[in-house]
């Protein structure tokens, strides 16, 4: 179950969105439908949650997200590039407004060389631009990885959305 700050700011996510008149499609891979699960958990949020790809194996992020191979042979899964390519296929798939896209390596295994578990790429598309940023949470535990990933996820979604008020 998701912690009560968590459930909080996917209640204020809902709530911007739904202010702006903004529809989100979530990416997940790491978190497995987790930030879709925080957001809808909150009554109202069918006026603001389109709906979500949960993408956890390449092939599903290629066939559901248009991840190119050559972007998951060059830089893995979990990287930067991966991520933004996510959000940006969350959005045109869904035909949202806004997108955000998680994938990371929440453990106890899966860490190479480079990628130690804990290690999370976010992206969000919004306004025609996609913002990324990268999160080492450690190995802190696996739904501890998980849920920290879906806070960071609900405050870039915010930040995006702020950045359009504000200039």
Known sequence: ??????????QITVEQLTSKGVMLTTAESCTGGLIAGALTSI???SSAVHGGFVTYSNR?????????EETLDN????????ACEM???AAQNGDTEISVAVTGIAGPGGATHGKPVGLVHFACHYDGKTSHIKR???????????EETVRVALTLVLACLDKRTHP
Request: avoid cysteine.
């Open 1 to 10: 179950m998701l912690e009560e700050d968590v459930l909080h700011l996917a």
């Open 43 to 45: 009554a109202g949020s």
């Open 60 to 68: 599903a992020k290629m066939e559901m997200l248009g991840v190119l």
């Open 75 to 82: 830089f893995g899964a979990v990287s930067k590039q991966t």
């Open 87 to 89: 959000a940006e296929g």
């Open 136 to 146: 080492e949470f450690g190995d802190i535990g696996r739904e501890e990885v998980r």
